[in-house]
């Protein structure tokens, strides 16, 4: 039996967090560089055809939790009379479509404004895109029709479509087909970690299993570092040829403000190192409620009047909370027409902010810093607008 133990080092944390499955990369790939998809079954084939398209429905392939399925169909324009494409239309499912045509290049792009463009380059090649109505093809002129389908996050079959309709009379639709299948690498249980509502000061300990439904047998190779607030253990054991792999975890304390959550990613020896995420879910409470939250709204403030507007602070661990002090940043118009007050409210602390009476006309903006005797928050930042008349 293997135990390995880690405690990582920082990085950021996801707010809100899924399990997803990651697609394999290698090590020569440079960071941020985005590692092209690994289609394992390639069948495409004759499905059907007709006088243009020697093939109207292709297979391609089978791909894991991420990545573009991509294939191309082959035409010819069987007589020699010229024929225009038009009302071109690609289902949902369809990212984008490619057509080429000798040397011009077309793209189909249905989620958009302007569905159809052709695509140039100017004299210093840039890449530029005019919106078209029509496709022209010349007689006997051939071509390919390249086509996209995203596969992030599917499990099981995903197909698209496009049609084109054309003004030759022997052919007046065509119907081009697609599809692809999701296939889980890893089986993880459960599809995601939920630890709900914390406090900064707590700990949460959490279990997941993972198995892989195409390989029997696997291990992990290591995990990539993540935020300090966790710990976590993983562990393999065998169930007759299959591997079990039980990680455990530890999320907490926090130790300041956060969004909570955070990804575990771990590396295995599956075809060339394919890795596989853990998504924790956790909402943190941080060690101050504020309300009415980061943002301060004055509104319209007439001219000759005062507005007051509270801001309170509520620590969660019984500290005794005291304003220390605050300054302006960012500050448009001039802090001598604003005004800062603190009162206790039990263990409440009630920030009085106010706009004063001389206040001249214009755009009131900028940041009111807070400064607290919190051993953890030493200052609150509230963004305020408004505008006086």
């Known amino acids: ?102 040397d011009r290049v077309y793209q189909l792009r249905p989620k958009q404004a302007t569905p159809l463009v052709r695509i140039t380059r100017d004299a210093s090649g840039r890449e530029q895109s005019e919106p078209v109505a029509k496709i022209a093809i010349g007689g006997n002129e051939s071509g390919v029709v390249e086509v996209h389908l995203d596969m992030h996050g599917i499990t099981g079959p995903k197909m698209a479509t496009l049609d084109i309709h054309m003004t030759d009379p022997t052919l007046p639709h065509t119907k081009l087909k697609w599809n692809a299948v999701g296939a889980q690498m890893f089986a993880i249980s459960p599809a995601e970690v939920q630890l709900n509502k914390m406090t900064w000061s707590e700990s949460r300990e959490f279990t997941v299993t993972v198995t892989s439904p195409l390989k029997q047998d696997f291990n992990i190779t290591g995990m990539d570092p993540v935020d300090k607030s966790f710990e976590v253990s993983w562990e393999k054991a065998m169930n007759g040829d299959r591997a079990v792999w039980t990680i455990k975890g530890k999320y907490g304390p926090v130790g300041e403000d956060t969004a909570g959550g955070g990804v575990l990613r771990f590396r295995t020896d599956v075809n060339d190192s394919t890795p596989f995420s853990v998504r924790v879910m956790a909402f943190v ?52 027409w604003l005004k800062v007050t603190s009162s206790k409210d039990g263990n409440k602390l009630v920030v009085d902010f106010a706009v004063l009476e001389g206040a001249p006309a214009g755009l009131l903006k900028g940041d009111l810093v807070v400064e607290l005797n919190h051993p953890l928050v030493k200052e609150k930042r509230i963004m305020f607008n408004g505008y006086v008349r």
């Open 1 to 102: 039996m293997l135990m390995t133990s880690i405690r990582p080092g920082l990085a950021s944390l996801a707010a809100l967090v899924l399990v997803s499955l990651v697609p394999a990369q290698d090590a020569e790939i440079e960071p941020g560089q985005q590692q092209a998809p690994r289609p394992v079954v390639q069948q495409p084939g004759k499905q059907s055809g007709n006088q243009w398209f020697p093939v109207t429905d292709i297979d391609l392939g089978t791909f894991f939790g991420e990545g573009e399925a991509s294939g191309t169909f082959e035409w010819k324009n069987p007589s020699d009379q010229a024929v225009e494409w038009s009302n071109l239309q690609g289902s949902c499912q369809c990212i984008r479509a490619v057509i080429r045509v000798a």
């Open 285 to 336: 409470q941080g060690p101050l409620e504020v309300k009415p939250g980061g943002f301060l709204t004055l509104g319209m403030i007439r001219q000759g009047s005062a507005v007051h507007k509270e801001i309170v602070f509520e620590p969660n661990d019984g500290s005794d909370l005291q304003l220390t002090g605050y300054h302006f940043d960012r500050l448009r118009g001039s802090d001598q």
